[in-house]
DNA sequence: CTAACTGCAAAAACTTTGCACTTTT
DNA sequence: AAAAGTGCAAAGTTTTTGCAGTTAG
């Protein structure tokens, strides 16, 4: 079974005992424990419409919403919009490529431990939660450039 | 002469040979160099109506699209809307206090210098801007509420 | 004087809300 | 059957755009 099918199939388990298991919600849920990369709510709205027409923005707001709530989605307000990651519910840095827009995880555990723990002592400050975005040109891209 | 003098001289400065200087425009600039906080468009635009009730918010984000474009002052995007750094206008760090909404910067040179080396080497990834946002509760409202 | 800027209104884009209808359980 | 969820339309926000009128240099 991949890491995708296990999520999704956490997920599922997770809310099934309190909330109700929609095909839309579940058709979401599956796209969101399957993506790679990290969805806006229009992209998962228009991945839904595939199998579901009658979707509608709204919905998938709703329910991000519910995911969030139950952190099992985290958030990441871009300037434009924002993306949601559903593997990785918890603040993560990540780098953000301006040409191919695409969103990936920097593994940084170390560094980020560090900074946070610099942040409490230097400044007195209770860190709760971060967002940490690199921009930049991808490996992908700086190659296909050359 | 103090340091918000100094920096609103040296917009000035900048602006003087190539843009026009209109008063809505030497208000805002004014204000952008004196504040210590990391005022919004709107709040900057209440602050400028007081001595030029006719300003329009168009005109606050033109002006501020114009200090952006030059490099004098740096765009905080947050999920509600944007804030604007007048006298570091250079990505850094930010505190952001949930509870009283305080944006502080977070002078981390060293740490944010090693954390951006890494992203470059571990991932090859070609860093030319960053936003590393931490939220959480400042030392003066831990204090007030005790 | 004229190129640049202002300010209004309209529009664009993302997100939220209200409510009637439908569906899960 | 009842509670919960969907989906439409309307509204709320922030930001952008177009354009006629005004003004700095």
Redo the contacts with the bound molecule.
Sequence with gaps: MTDSQNRFEQLITR??S????????VE?IRLIAASEGHP???RLYDQ?KVQ???????????????LKELGEVL?I?L????HYDGNKPYPHPHLICMRCQQITDGELDKAVEGILQEVETSFGFRVLKHQLDFYGICLDCQNKSE
């Design positions: 809310l099934r309190r909330y109700r298991l929609t095909p839309q919600r979401l806006s709510a229009h839904i579901f027409p009658t979707m509608s923005l709204a919905t998938v707001y709703k329910t991000l919403d519910l958030e307000s300037r434009d919009d924002s």
